[in-house]
């Protein structure tokens, strides 16, 4: 039984730092992809960040190319966050897939979510 567990999130005025960690448990931390989407008020779910669960590949969206950094090791997944924007706002979620990361990051891929925790950039 998968969980994932989402923490740090905060508020942060433009240009600020935030981390935010994903702990895992319940699977094989070698296989699977983990991911962070974010969703901003009245959009959908945005893919930020993927990683493979043993810590290889890592892969960003356009939009936070050379801001955010995603880190895996063993079953704690680190989404490091720097020069925060306004449109950087949102809910991010953890999510987890038991196969391979895929080239884009789509929502309905991921078997596993977390609920979630908010971040707030002023």
């Known amino acids: 039984h998968v969980q994932l567990v989402e923490s740090g999130g905060g508020s942060v005025q433009a240009g600020g730092s935030l981390r935010l960690s994903c702990a895992a448990s319940?699977?094989?931390?070698?296989?699977?992809?983990m991911v962070w989407f974010r969703q901003a008020p009245g959009k959908g779910r945005e893919g930020v960040a993927s990683?493979?669960?043993?810590?290889?590949s890592p892969a960003y969206a356009d939009s936070v190319k050379g801001r955010f950094t995603i880190s895996q090791n063993h079953y704690k997944n680190v989404l490091e966050m720097n020069n925060l924007r306004p449109e950087d706002a949102g809910m991010y979620f953890c999510a987890m897939r038991s196969g391979g990361c895929l080239p884009t990051m789509i929502p309905t891929e991921y078997n596993y979510w977390g609920q979630g925790t908010q971040v707030t950039v002023s």
């Open positions: 990683i493979t669960a043993g810590g290889g």
């Open positions: 319940g699977y094989t931390y070698s296989a699977g992809c």
